[in-house]
């Protein structure tokens, strides 16, 4: 089945810097990529989400790319602010009967 | 904006008690999820649900577990006879996903706390 690494585990910016997560999956057949915010007693929301037909996508501050080649994304937050501070997953599905299989969560922290 | 709603918030159970996670999907989604989060660790999809049979399951979703949609609005999880390492966040999705291959965005309800004793 689908593995989904995601790297770092942690990690802390001083506000106003970019922040960048990144994941690798195994399943080739995986063509969806979504990414989640999960605040403290809350579900994961979605962010953004990017489909194997697009290397990038973007949505304001927030950016997504796509290797299909080396099985890799990444999200990418520009002018970190103290509200992105939350934990942050990525996740790999191959269709929509499919549960997603997600990344293991980075703890982003803003400094201010 | 429409939410999906789980209940309870928090459920706490004896070991070897049947419990049953009650989700309210968006109302135009077809297509109902139900995923585990153990403390500290990755959210674990368990099983997807459309049109009224389960569409995929994982291997942790076993005999002790069973989902139904008993009407128009509700889904629900129900664990058999519970083991304390069923304790975890349980997080129900829905998505407008219309066939096995349509990838949809899934939208999650803020979970129900299981606590097993």
């Known amino acids: 089945g689908e593995n989904v690494e995601q790297h770092p585990s942690t990690l802390s910016v001083q506000e106003g810097d970019s922040a960048v997560i990144k994941c690798t999956y195994s399943?080739?057949?995986?063509?969806?990529f979504p990414w989640y915010k999960q605040e403290l007693g809350k579900g994961p929301q979605l962010i953004i989400d990017i489909r194997s037909n697009v290397g990038e996508k973007k949505d304001q501050r927030i950016a997504v790319t796509l290797n299909k080649t080396a099985k890799h994304f990444s999200l990418h937050i520009t002018e970190t602010q103290p509200e992105d501070s939350a934990v942050y997953f990525c996740a790999a599905s191959r269709g929509g009967a499919d549960g997603l299989t997600f990344g293991k969560g980075t703890h982003l922290i803003i400094q201010p | 904006e429409p939410e999906v709603t789980q209940t309870p918030s928090h459920q706490v159970t004896q070991m070897g008690q049947e419990v049953i996670l009650r989700c309210v999907p968006i109302?135009?989604?077809?297509?109902f999820y139900w995923y585990r989060q153990i403390l500290g660790q990755k959210v674990e999809f368990l099983v997807s649900f459309y049109n009224n049979e389960i569409s995929e399951k994982s291997e942790i979703f076993d005999d002790q577990f069973s989902v139904e949609r008993p009407d128009g609005s509700n889904f629900t999880l129900k664990i058999r006879s519970t083991k304390l390492e069923d304790s975890a966040m349980y997080f129900c999705a829905s998505s407008r996903a219309t066939d096995r291959y349509d990838n949809q965005p899934q939208h999650f309800g803020d979970g129900t706390r299981l606590s097993i004793l």
């Open positions: 109302s135009n989604h077809l297509y």
């Open positions: 399943d080739s057949a995986s063509n969806y």
